[in-house]
């Protein structure tokens, strides 16, 4: 696969446990579909916008860059996040987890300052109330919490 | 295997992609290895605190008891975080995303209010200074951000 390979090429084989946990050299963890976990959070409100993807040419973009590339999943080719919908992510700090395998992505973002492709500022606009249970055949019920929406897709997107 | 029979029976299967995003049903879409991510926040430092996964038996003692349950790939068990260090997580909000494959769970964490197995706050404790690149066989190098650490893991988890 095209971003196996590219993982070889721009970032070294991870190391033993130690190394990944105290080394100071990013030796990412890509899982079996090339990818590792980026969580992307508003560098003014905390508020955490989406969970997106990255292979190795996605995550070398994005620190070379400064802006939020990801691997887009769903449509199999890397995504300049922002590209379309002119929502492009300023990273203002990114860091890594303990076993390298995740990036958490400090962002503002430009246009209309939203992250889903909803329109929405945030993709979890959605809460689930705790205390339900899904056994038995219940639906475990969402509440939604009334987040911004700033564009109309269909506008932005055109139609589907 | 167990997580995909499990998700068979305790949660409906995902609907088309307006039902995703505009239902009031969760219906959650697990991955080939039959979890979906989880974003696991501090809710009075709004700090990412880890990366985690959840099948669906983690997510349904998640939504029924109030504490953070997960599935661990690497161990291959169902996870009751802070069952060894007393750690717990007590969740103060559960929240999912527009396509439903993954959620952010603000959590309040007991014990020593350490989440990372390192004994640090959070598994974010290295950041990735931008403006690096790997091209060209060079290393990325991370800068330590001091990150606390609140317990000493030999201690807590025995010898390794």
């Known amino acids: 696969m095209a ?30 579909d090339g990818t590792i976990t980026c969580v992307t959070v508003d560098a003014d409100t905390g508020v955490v916008l989406m969970v997106g993807h990255m292979n190795a040419e996605s995550l070398a973009r994005t620190i070379e860059s400064g802006e939020g590339w990801y691997w887009s999943r769903s449509r199999g080719e890397l995504w300049h996040k922002g590209a379309t919908s002119g929502n492009v992510q300023k990273v203002e700090e990114l860091r890594v987890d303990c076993d390298q395998d995740a990036v958490v992505m400090t962002v503002r973002v430009e246009g209309h ?28 019920m969402l509440a939604n919490e009334g987040g911004e929406r700033r564009f109309d897709p269909a506008a932005v997107y055109g139609k589907d």
């Open 3 to 32: 971003e196996s390979s590219g993982a070889d090429m721009l970032f070294p084989a991870p190391g033993a446990k130690a190394d990944l946990e105290a080394g100071d050299r990013l030796t990412p963890r890509f899982g079996p």
């Open 113 to 140: 300052g939203a992250t889903c492709h909803t329109g929405q500022v945030s993709c979890f606009y959605r809460s689930i109330p705790l205390g339900q249970s899904p056994r038995g055949g219940q639906s475990v």
